[in-house]
């Protein structure tokens, strides 16, 4: 199993700034996932984070909103870039192991 | 490309009744399924997973899920259920292999009611 921590765990934020999230795994990971889970709806796929080469971004999410950096094998950050309210959502990291997916708890994010 | 579908967004239920939770999926390859769970300001947690053999596999707290492959569900039960399993329920599909990420449902609010 992988035991996944992430920072901050909640943030309030005003619009127009970034918030930088940290994802940090126990174990070296080749894959990273960042979800999305806005209030009361499911979990979206923003995008896959490979260390060394530049994250893929699903449809409708793209680098300049949400760059990602991924400089080990152990670690990644989603910065959320000039936040809106609609931004307000939960953010997970993701490692996929050898017979399932594991997550982080999550950073709970406000933008007023 | 791999879907899952959760046909009812919110099953209210009286504690100690039976429940179900529908999950269909589609694919054109074999996959893993789950089920998780997510507690109110809680993070997720696997409730449950079907990678290969026996197509009945339970949980802990007294939920089981059968996968069916004809009718490309993998639906949830629990027979008897709590106010505490009062959350919102996600199945998820993934292609075994590890290079792909999970693809979930909408989501089911199961709320216990006393």
């Known amino acids: 199993s992988a035991v996944i921590s992430q920072k901050p765990s909640r943030d309030i934020c005003q619009r127009g700034t970034s918030l930088t999230i940290q994802c940090q795994v126990d174990s070296q990971v080749t894959m990273m996932f960042w979800y999305r889970q806005q209030p009361g709806q499911s979990l979206t796929l923003i995008a896959t984070?490979?260390?060394?080469?530049?994250?893929?971004?699903e449809s409708g999410f793209v680098i300049d909103k949400f760059p990602i950096s991924r400089p080990n094998l152990t670690f990644s950050t989603l910065t959320v870039s000039n936040m809106s309210p609609e931004d307000s959502s939960i953010y997970l990291c993701?490692?996929?192991?050898?017979?399932?997916?594991?997550f982080g708890p999550g950073t709970r994010l406000l933008v007023l | 490309a791999q879907s899952v579908t959760q046909l009812d967004s919110q099953v209210p239920v009286f504690e100690e009744a039976p429940v179900e939770l529908r999950c269909n999926y589609s694919s054109s390859v074999s996959v893993y399924l789950f089920w998780y769970v997510q507690y109110p300001n809680q993070g997720l947690q696997l409730l449950l997973k079907y990678l290969s053999g026996s197509t009945l596999v339970e949980s802990i707290n007294g939920f089981e899920a059968e996968f069916n492959k004809s009718q490309t569900s993998f639906h949830l039960r629990k027979p008897s259920v709590h106010i505490s399993d009062t959350a919102e329920y996600f199945c998820?599909?993934?292609?075994?292999?590890?290079?792909?990420?999970?693809?979930f449902g909408k989501g089911t609010r199961l709320s216990v009611i006393a």
């Open positions: 993701s490692v996929v192991g050898k017979e399932t997916q594991y």
């Open positions: 998820a599909v993934i292609s075994p292999g590890g290079n792909t990420p999970l693809v």
């Open positions: 984070a490979n260390q060394g080469s530049e994250a893929t971004y």
